[in-house]
């Protein structure tokens, strides 16, 4: 019996129309897997809606794709063949096939015993013989466009001898991809993070592709562009940043990590699944492939149970949401300065009664702000975006701020002393910031 076409009802974008040919892939069992795969891995300790997922979101970029190569070849004739449209459209769909359980934070050689990246192992999926999705796709494609789809997402600028241009990959992987035009309206909408959205729609038919091969902006998008830009600063610095979604990834990865090592000691049974995960230095594809979420959030009630300490502290908290570590309120904190006082706030820690090495927590934070020339959005006669609109420079100062988490019980006594070490060498900072 033939496959039909199929229509999803999204709640971001609506009607969603997936081909037969298309369908075939979604139903693979890895992809399937992005339905347990959350999105903003541990953002609902802030936002308690924040619980979708990479399926929905890898719908959406596909989706996406498939509005803006359509428009394209509305208002530009010839520039892009229904062939590459295709390919553009399935790298969308398939840009995040490789992402491990809670998504980026679970992506550090502190919790896999076979590490990779995510774009390295989601070939490792497409390219296998043994995955569903793999043949789904050669199936659907043949070996030939297979392989221009690979030296697309690698983003390669010709394969086989004919050319890939470059607005190709600036669908798939720019400042203006569809996969971030995606997640951000999506996780403004899940978390319920009232910041001003933007009109993708605006955004997607404001786009040309230029004699270079490379998008520009009409003119007229620059609002929706000025649009988008404020909507990704606000997303950064009140979700993605926000200081418990830091704190809670950290006990996540710290939780997993200890688990690791009494897991190697013979100090804990762990699953099937977080074997794999944990302890197998050879893991393949298919065991890859089979992790996902509820292995992790299986074993937390288990862990807050076990006698090791520290494993338990990590999985209470993630249990509980009581005891959180709380930051230290310093202004303009850098990673250098934390270089210089690190060592005094241990030591004042562990005098506390406390173990500096598990209950002192630092993370980074580095937004790399809108970059003009490394890759900017350019608008039609030929400057960057930055160059028209103030409110875009504006958002171009790249900042770096450090975290530094400590137990709530010393953390105002412990500021202040951190403030007064820090006061001689902030006023010659002053100026950086």
């Known amino acids: 019996m033939a496959m039909r076409d199929r229509v999803i009802r999204d709640e971001i974008h609506k009607d969603i129309l997936v081909p037969a040919r298309h369908a075939t892939i979604i139903d693979t069992k890895e992809f399937q897997r992005l339905r347990n795969i959350q999105q903003l891995s541990t953002c609902e300790y802030v936002f308690p809606a924040a619980n979708h997922n990479r399926f929905a979101h890898s719908l959406g970029a596909y989706h996406l794709a498939g509005q803006l190569t359509a428009s394209l070849q509305e208002v530009q004739p010839g520039i892009l063949s229904d062939e590459d449209a295709e390919l553009v459209q399935l790298a969308a769909l398939l840009h995040d096939i490789g992402h491990p359980p809670f998504s980026h934070v679970l992506e550090t050689p502190d919790v896999y015993a076979t590490y990779h990246s995510h774009e390295h192992w989601g070939r490792v999926l497409l390219e296998s013989s043994e995955t569903e999705v793999g043949a789904a796709v050669t199936n659907v494609l043949g070996e030939a466009r297979t392989e221009r789809l690979f030296a697309l997402m690698d983003g390669a600028s010709d394969h086989a001898g004919e050319a890939i241009p470059p607005f190709m990959k600036e669908i798939v992987s720019s400042q203006l991809d569809v996969d971030r035009m995606d997640y951000m309206v999506r996780d403004q909408a899940n978390t319920g993070a009232q910041i001003g959205g933007f009109d993708i729609a605006r955004v997607l038919r404001a786009l040309r592709v230029g004699d270079d091969g490379h998008f520009f902006v009409k003119s007229w998008g620059l609002p929706a562009i000025e649009a988008y830009l404020v909507t990704r600063y606000h997303m950064y610095h009140q979700v993605y940043f926000h200081k418990v979604n830091m704190l809670t990834q950290n006990y996540l990865v710290k939780m997993l990590s200890r688990a690791r090592a009494l897991a190697e000691k013979g100090q804990l049974t762990l699953s099937v699944a977080l074997q794999k995960m944990l302890l197998d230095k050879n893991l393949d594809a298919r065991g890859y492939a089979s992790l996902n979420d509820a292995h992790i959030r299986v074993a937390i009630p288990e862990w807050a149970e076990h006698e090791d300490e520290i494993l338990s502290n990590y999985a209470m908290k993630m249990m509980s949401r009581r005891g959180f570590h ?30 500096p090495a598990s209950e002192v927590i630092y993370a980074r934070i580095s937004k790399k702000g809108y970059k003009p020339y490394a890759q900017g959005i350019r608008i039609e006669d030929g400057g960057d975006a930055s160059e028209h609109s103030p409110l875009i420079r504006s958002l171009t100062q790249p900042n770096e701020r450090a975290l530094i988490f400590v137990p709530d019980a010393i953390r105002d006594g412990l500021e202040q002393r951190v403030r007064e070490w820090i006061k001689p060498s902030q006023s010659s900072l002053v100026h950086f910031e």
């Open 326 to 355: 709380k930051s230290l309120r310093i202004e303009g904190l850098t990673t250098e300065m934390v270089g210089v006082v690190r060592d005094r706030i241990e030591a004042e820690v562990a005098e506390a009664g406390y173990d």
